[in-house]
Nanobody, 124 residues
Framework: QVQLVESGGGLVQAGGSLRLSCAAS????????SAWFRQAPGKEREFVAS????????AHADSVKGRFTISKDNAKDTMYLQMNSLKPEDTAVYHC?????????????????WGQGTQVTVSS
């Protein structure tokens, strides 16, 4: 059974930083693409960043480009999202997801497995 468990969320002031982690079990991150999505109250789920199975292809949404960085440690089967210069509009529940494909993709339909999410709240 595949499980994705996020951690690292919390409350931070605007301009601060957080690092989210996503630990995978039951299926390795080494082979399949994975990503971070977020959803704020009353809003649609939004793509944040994705990384291919081999880590060679990375994409970030325009709204986070230059502030957030996706990475992963294949040896630990863990994916990360380093978030710097946080803004109040970054407040959301952040979910990690694992795809059924190996290439980096921003589309939720490509992701078969989802974590429960971790809350990130940025105060102004």
């Amino acid at each position: 059974q595949v499980q994705l468990v996020e951690s690292g969320g919390g409350l931070v002031q605007a301009g601060g930083s957080l690092r989210l982690s996503c630990a995978a079990s039951g299926r390795t991150l080494n082979r399949y693409a994975s990503a971070w999505f977020r959803q704020a109250p009353g809003k649609e789920r939004e793509f944040v960043a994705s990384i291919s199975g081999n880590g060679g292809a990375i994409a970030h949404a325009d709204s986070v480009k230059g502030r957030f960085t996706i990475s992963k440690d294949n040896a630990k089967d863990t994916m990360y999202l380093q978030m710097n210069s946080l803004k109040p509009e970054d407040t959301a529940v952040y979910h990690c997801a694992m795809a059924g494909v190996i290439y980096s993709t921003p589309y939720p339909k490509d992701y078969n497995y989802w974590g429960q999410g971790t809350q990130v709240t940025v105060s102004s």
